[in-house]
């Protein structure tokens, strides 16, 4: 766990082996709740290559001086554009 936005991620290794792979992240908001936007992909593990990439939005917590994970929610290149789709017509981004 970790006391800086910096530090948050996604990336995720087993016996060395990096099994999600954090390819970039936005930090939304700041504060005792921060809301992340991460970009990633993770490895197969029958065939050993990564998959398309994903994105997910998480929220951390701050409890006594650390960053906890409380939610998440993943977006896949089938569900993203239903998203960002409903969004932009929400707040008339088009």
């Not at 939304?28 to 970009?39: D, I």
């Not at 990439?53 to 896949?76: E, H, T």
Request: charged share 30%; aromatic share 12%.
């Amino acid at each position: 766990m970790t006391s800086d936005y910096d530090d948050l991620s996604v990336q995720y290794e087993e016996d060395g082996q990096v099994i999600v792979e954090q390819l970039d992240k936005v930090v939304l908001n700041k504060g005792l709740w921060t809301t992340v936007l991460f970009l990633y992909q993770e490895r197969d593990r029958k065939t050993g290559e990564f998959g398309k990439p994903k994105a997910g939005l998480r929220r951390y917590q701050k409890v006594s001086g650390v960053f906890r994970k409380r939610d998440a929610i993943n977006f896949s290149a089938k569900t993203a554009p239903a998203a960002v789709e409903t969004l932009q017509k929400w707040f008339d981004l088009k």
